[in-house]
């Protein structure tokens, strides 16, 4: 049985950083695309970052752009978000996720796989 379990959201204040990681279980996943999602209240899934399975791309959306960076340990079958400068804004429920399909890895619907989620709240 598939498992992804997040970990290290927490509250922050504004301008502090997090580490969230993500630990997969029964099965293998190096040789697909790793993400971040996160919603935030009222709003829908959105996503934040990707990581690919060859060559090390990465992806990230504008608002996270230089100030998140997402790695991957294929040999722990995990993946970890680095938030740095944080703000109010990036308060919301953070999932990883893991696309086996092929398609944008910007939409929620090609995902195969998703976590429960970690809470992260920045505090102002």
């Known amino acids: 049985q598939v498992q992804l379990v997040e970990s290290g959201g927490g509250l922050v204040q504004a301008g502090g950083s997090l580490r969230l990681s993500c630990e997969a279980s029964?099965?293998?996943?190096?040789?697909?695309?790793m993400g971040w999602f996160r919603r935030s209240p009222g709003k829908e899934r959105e996503f934040v970052a990707a990581f690919t399975s060859s060559g090390g791309s990465t992806y990230y959306a504008d608002s996270v752009k230089g100030r998140f960076t997402i790695s991957r340990d294929n040999a722990k079958n995990t993946v970890s978000l680095q938030m740095n400068r944080l703000k109010p804004e990036d308060t919301a429920l953070y999932y990883c996720?893991?696309?086996?399909?092929?398609?944008?890895?910007?939409?929620?619907?090609?995902?195969?796989?998703w976590g429960q989620g970690t809470q992260v709240t920045v505090s102002s």
């Open positions: 996720a893991v696309r086996v399909r092929s398609g944008g890895y910007t939409y929620t619907g090609n995902y195969d796989y």
């Open positions: 029964g099965r293998t996943f190096s040789s697909y695309l």
